[in-house]
C-alpha cells in the first residue's frame, strides 16, 4: 500500500483483487506451487498492477485527455517489498516509476493532448474471453498469428483496487492496463509470458467504453531470447480507440528430471545409501537419476516432492530432518552419502538500505538449509564413513554484481562443510561448485544462454563420487 504517497508495498489480496478486477489468472501470480518451481521461486506481482500504483500519482491536465501511454516492466517485482516511488517532473510526458533501491522496475509514461478527458470503462458485466491461461508451444507463435476478442474489466473490482491506491487513477487507463495484462498474460504469448513494454496512442474516444474490442497480432518473435512483439488495436462502439504494440517474453518450459536426456546406467554405486537433499528438481533431480540409474538407494527430500516413503519437507527443519534420518537408519542401517543443495532462488539486490533485511534472510535461510541437516545427519555418516557434497556455486569465484546474498550464502555453506570434515573425521567433505547449469533457477530466456544441461554434470559428479572416501580431506571440485 501506499505510504504517503511515497512507498508501495504489494500484499496478496492486492494479487488477488487484480486478478478479479483483470481476470487475468496466470499462476505465476496466483500459484505458489506453480511459481515456486519457477525461476524466481516464488509469486511474482502483476507487472500491470505495479503500472496502476503508478498511474494512482498521476493527473490529468485541465482540459487535455490522455493521448499516449508507454509502460516499461525492467524486473520482477515481489510481495511484502517496500518500492519507491519517483516521479519526473513534467516535461513532455508524465513519467513515474517504481525503485527497489537504485533499480527501477516499473516505469509508467504519460503523454496528454488538449481535448475531451479520456473516456470511461462501462458498468456492465465483466467480460473475460478465456478463464485459463493459454499454454502455446513457442514455435506456434510466428508473424500472422492473431487474436480478437471483446473484453470488459469487472467494474465494481477495478474501483475496489483503485480504492487501495488512493482512488486517484483514472478508471479508463486502469482498464486498458487491466486488459494489456489479461492479453499477455491469458492469451498472447499466454501462460509463460513475462510482460515487457506496452506502448499505445489513443485516437478520440467515446464516453462510455463498456466492451473493449480487440486484436493483437505477431509481429515479430527472437527466438533466442523468447521474445514476441506483437501488434495492438483497441476499438469500441464500432470505433478505434488506439493503436500500439507489446512485447514480452516466454518463460522457457519448466525442467523436469524426466526430460534430461541420456541414460546413465551400471552398477558402479550398487548399494549405497543416499540422500539428497533438494531432490525434486533441477540438479537435485539429475543427480538422483544418475545414482539411482548406477545402482545407489537415492533417497530426495524437498518442500516440493512427490509422495515416498521418506514423505517430504523443509531441509531446514530440524524435526523433520530427525523423523527421515530414523527412517532411513531403520531401512538401510545407514548412510554414505549426504548431498545439502537445497537453496532459496536468487532476486537481484545491492548494498543498500531497502535491501539490508533481505539480504539478512536470504543468508539466514540458506545457512540454516545447510546447518539443519549437518547437525541431524553427519554422526550417521561419520559411522558409515561417508561422504559430505555440499553444492555450492562457481560464483563463490567469479562473483556477480547482484548477487551479494547468494555469494555470502555460498560461501557460509562452503565453510560449514570444512567445519565438518574437521569435526567429524571419518567423513570425507566434497565442496561442489558447478558451472552455470540449466535449472528451474535459470530457466530464463537470458539464463538459459550458455548453462550446461544438469545432468551432464550430474554425470561427472557421480563419477568422482565413485572414488574411496579420503576420511578428514575437504576438496573443492572440479578442482
Known amino acids: ?15 488477488h483483487l487484480f486478478s478479479e478486477a483483470s481476470g487475468d489468472r496466470n499462476p505465476l501470480h496466483l500459484s505458489q506451487e506453480y511459481a515456486s518451481r519457477s525461476a524466481y521461486g516464488e509469486r511474482v506481482v502483476f507487472g500491470a498492477l505495479g503500472a496502476i500504483a503508478c498511474l494512482s500519482h498521476a493527473r490529468t491536465p485541465a482540459g487535455h485527455s490522455l493521448w499516449k501511454i508507454t509502460a516499461d516492466f525492467f524486473r520482477p517485482m515481489f510481495l511484502d517489498v517496500d518500492y519507491q516511488v519517483k516521479t519526473a517532473p513534467p516535461e513532455s510526458s508524465h513519467k513515474i516509476s517504481l525503485y527497489d533501491g537504485s533499480m527501477p522496475v516499473v516505469t509508467l509514461a504519460l503523454q496528454f493532448a488538449p481535448g475531451e478527458s479520456g473516456a470511461e470503462p462501462g458498468a456492465g458485466e465483466s467480460s473475460f474471453p478465456t478463464a485459463e491461461a ?17 473484453y470488459a474489466c469487472d467494474p465494481a473490482a477495478l474501483d475496489r483496487l483503485l480504492a487501495r491506491w488512493g482512488g486517484g487513477a483514472d478508471r479508463f487507463t486502469a482498464a486498458v492496463l487491466c486488459w494489456a495484462s489479461y ?7 499466454g501462460r509463460s509470458a513475462l510482460f515487457r513494454r506496452l506502448t499505445l496512442e489513443f485516437e478520440r474516444a467515446p464516453r462510455e467504453a ?18 514476441v512483439t506483437s501488434g495492438i488495436e483497441l476499438r469500441a462502439a464500432g470505433r478505434t480507440l488506439g493503436r500500439g504494440q507489446s512485447e514480452a517474453l516466454m518463460r522457457p518450459e519448466m525442467i523436469t528430471a524426466g526430460e534430461c536426456a541420456g541414460e546413465f546406467t551400471g552398477t558402479e554405486m550398487a548399494g549405497r545409501v543416499a540422500l539428497i ?108 564413513g561417508g561422504r559430505l557434497v555440499m553444492i555450492s556455486s562457481s560464483a563463490v569465484e567469479s562473483p556477480i554484481r547482484e548477487w551479494p546474498h547468494y555469494i555470502a550464502a ?43 544441461p544438469p545432468e551432464e554434470f550430474a554425470a561427472r559428479l557421480a563419477e568422482r563420487l565413485r572414488a574411496p572416501v579420503r576420511p578428514g580431506v575437504c576438496e573443492i571440485y572440479p578442482a
Do not use: W
Not at 480487440?214 to 531470447?225: D, F, I, N, T
Open 1 to 15: 500500500m501506499i505510504d504517503n504517497r511515497e512507498a508501495v508495498r504489494f500484499s496478496e489480496e492486492d494479487l
Open 410 to 452: 555460498k560461501s557460509a555453506v562452503e565453510s560449514l562443510a570444512r567445519v565438518a570434515a574437521l569435526q567429524y573425521p571419518r567423513i570425507e567433505a566434497l565442496i561442489v561448485r558447478p558451472p552455470k547449469l540449466l535449472t528451474d533457477m535459470t530457466n530464463t530466456p537470458l539464463g538459459r544462454q550458455g548453462a550446461t
Open 277 to 384: 537433499l533438494g531432490g525434486s528438481r533441477g540438479f537435485g533431480a539429475a543427480l538422483h537419476r544418475v545414482l539411482q540409474a548406477q545402482g545407489a538407494i537415492a533417497i530426495p527430500y524437498s518442500r516440493s516432492g512427490s509422495e515416498s516413503p521418506y514423505g517430504h519437507g523443509d531441509a531446514a527443519d530440524a524435526a523433520g530432518l530427525m523423523r527421515l534420518r530414523e527412517k532411513i537408519l531403520e531401512r538401510h542401517g545407514r548412510l554414505d552419502l549426504l548431498v545439502c543443495n537445497a537453496f532459496p532462488s536468487i532476486h537481484a539486490l545491492r548494498f543498500e538500505p531497502n535491501a539490508l533485511a533481505r539480504i539478512e534472510g536470504y543468508i539466514s535461510r540458506a545457512t540454516s538449509l545447510a546447518a539443519a541437516p549437518l547437525c541431524v545427519f553427519l554422526e550417521a555418516l561419520h559411522l558409515a
Open 134 to 150: 493459454l499454454e502455446r508451444p513457442e514455435g506456434s507463435i510466428a508473424p500472422g498469428l492473431a487474436i480478437r476478442g471483446a
Open 210 to 227: 463498456p466492451l473493449l474490442e480487440y486484436e493483437l497480432s505477431v509481429l515479430s518473435r527472437k527466438a533466442g531470447l523468447g521474445q
Open 183 to 189: 492479453a499477455i498474460g491469458m492469451e498472447l504469448p
